[in-house]
Antibody, heavy 123, light 108 residues
Framework: DVHLVESGGGLVQPGGSLRLSCAAS????????MSWVRQAPGKGLEWVAN????????YYVDSVEGRFTISRDNVKNSLFLQMHSLRVEDTAVYYC????????????????WGQGILVTVSS | SYELTQPPSVSVSPGQTARITCSGD??????AYWYQQKPGQAPVLVMY???IRPSGIPERFSGSSSGTMSTLIISGAQVEDEADYYC???????????FGGGTKLTVL
């Protein structure tokens, strides 16, 4: 079974930093793109970032570009999200998700999700 | 930017058919994907590439697509289907990866 377990969340002041981790198991981590998706309290889902299988390509939503960095360790089957210059509006549950490609098109979508980890940005 | 539009809420009685729509300009060229999220839980994929049901999802879930609108159909909705449903897709150039605003399905 595919398992994704996030850790590293918590309370941080505006302007602070936090690093999220996601431990993956139950599949060949090296073969999959991975993503972070977040959900502000009481709000909808928002894609945050994607990373290619070997880490050579990364993509971000405009609102976190330059502040967040997605990375991975294929030896330890782990995904990371380094967050800097955090803002109140970054408060959300952050989900680690496995990304799979549409069978005959360039779209990637999310087939398995972790349970999520709460990040609260507040003074 | 790119947006997908969903109705905020849909309500049906048990056994009725629920239809949740998602509209977006790129949907004639791009697939829609659907996620079910129950309170306090992670989203679960219930439909991909417009019409394909993942393993383990009940047969009462189906999908359709026409023009700029994709639809998640729950035939014979059950009380346990009460949840928030989100569509997901991308713009034509894959620059924007977006979710719809979500639809709260009430079955009672």
């Amino acid at each position: 079974d595919v398992h994704l377990v996030e850790s590293g969340g918590g309370l941080v002041q505006p302007g602070g930093s936090l690093r999220l981790s996601c431990a993956a198991s139950g599949f060949n981590f090296n073969n999959y793109w991975m993503s972070w998706v977040r959900q502000a309290p009481g709000k909808g889902l928002e894609w945050v970032a994607n990373i290619k299988t070997d880490g050579s390509e990364t993509y971000y939503v405009d609102s976190v570009e330059g502040r967040f960095t997605i990375s991975r360790d294929n030896v330890k089957n782990s995904l990371f999200l380094q967050m800097h210059s955090l803002r109140v509006e970054d408060t959300a549950v952050y989900y680690c998700a496995r990304a799979v490609r549409c069978r005959r098109c360039p779209q990637y979508y999310f087939d398995y999700w972790g349970q999520g980890i709460l990040v609260t940005v507040s003074s | 930017s790119y947006e997908l539009t969903q109705p905020p809420s849909v309500s049906v009685s048990p056994g009725q058919t629920a239809r949740i729509t998602c509209s977006g300009d790129a949907l004639p060229k791009k697939y829609a994907y659907w996620y079910q999220q129950k309170p306090g839980q992670a989203p679960v994929l219930v439909m991909y590439e417009d019409t394909i049901r993942p393993s383990g999802i009940p047969e009462r879930f189906s999908g359709s697509s026409s023009g700029t609108m994709s639809t998640l159909i729950i035939s014979g909705a059950q009380v346990e289907d009460e949840a928030d449903y989100y569509c997901y897709s991308t713009d034509r150039n894959e620059n924007y990866k977006v979710f719809g605003g979500g639809t709260k399905l009430t079955v009672l």
